[in-house]
């Protein structure tokens, strides 16, 4: 018997151009809605685009996004992108938001995932956007039963710092709209 070391084509640089899956546009990526896309950039975060996994990397600060027509709307995008920059929201340098995640899957990540999905909620209904619940949804939920059958203040807890959140990432246009009117 004999092991090899296999990796996935996204993993490796510098391959031609035809190893690289390129996925099948799900909706126009010349569509956009203006209003979220100001939103999401007067954050001022570092989102990055490719793959096909989105998360929050606390150790380079940036938000990683799969390519927008990926998405099965556009709603599902900016859905998704709000719940990451709710993510961002618990670093140091921002919230300092903490629940003593060790894990994946433990209750600090469980309790994170409650935040980042309430602030969500939040910030598209700010926005207006409807988005419908995702396939990933269920295995959140299942995290989430175990907190709030353990803690039943958890949700208060949980919508506070997700509230806490969606204010301070408004807090950005806010400064935008008030340096316009300054200079107008």
């Given at each position: 018997?004999?092991?090899?070391?296999?990796?996935?084509?996204?993993?490796?640089?510098?391959?031609?151009?035809?190893?690289?899956?390129?996925p099948e546009p799900v909706i126009d990526p010349?569509?956009?809605?203006?209003?979220?896309?100001?939103?999401f950039a007067a954050t001022g975060a570092d989102?990055?685009?490719?793959?096909?996994?989105?998360f929050y990397s606390g150790g380079s600060d940036?938000?990683?996004?799969?390519?927008?027509?990926?998405?099965?709307?556009?709603?599902?995008?900016?859905?998704?992108?709000?719940?990451?920059?709710?993510?961002?929201?618990?670093?140091?340098?921002?919230?300092?938001?903490?629940?003593?995640?060790?894990?994946?899957?433990?209750?600090?990540?469980?309790?994170?995932?409650?935040?980042?999905?309430?602030?969500?909620?939040?910030?598209?209904?700010?926005?207006?956007?409807?988005?419908?619940?995702?396939?990933?949804?269920?295995?959140?939920?299942?995290?989430?039963?175990?907190?709030?059958?353990?803690?039943?203040?958890?949700?208060?807890?949980?919508?506070?710092?997700?509230?806490?959140?969606?204010?301070?990432?408004?807090?950005?246009?806010?400064?935008?709209?008030?340096?316009?009117?300054?200079?107008?």
């Open positions: 018997m004999k092991a090899y070391t296999v990796f996935n084509g996204e993993q490796i640089e510098g391959l031609p151009e035809h190893y690289y899956v390129k010349a569509q956009r809605i203006t209003h979220a896309e100001d939103f989102v990055r685009h490719g793959g096909n996994q989105a940036h938000v990683q996004m799969p390519v927008f027509e990926c998405f099965r709307s556009l709603e599902a995008y900016y859905a998704t992108l709000a719940h990451e920059l709710t993510h961002r929201t618990k670093h140091p340098k921002r919230l300092d938001r903490e629940f003593g995640r060790k894990k994946s899957g433990d209750e600090g990540y469980a309790r994170e995932e409650l935040v980042a999905e309430l602030g969500a909620a939040f910030l598209c209904a700010d926005l207006g956007l409807t988005p419908e619940a995702g396939s990933d949804h269920a295995a959140y939920v299942q995290s989430w039963l175990k907190v709030l059958k353990d803690d039943k203040r958890a949700i208060f807890s949980a919508a506070a710092h997700a509230q806490k959140a969606a204010d301070f990432l408004h807090s950005f246009q806010a400064q935008i709209e008030r340096a316009e009117g300054v200079a107008a």
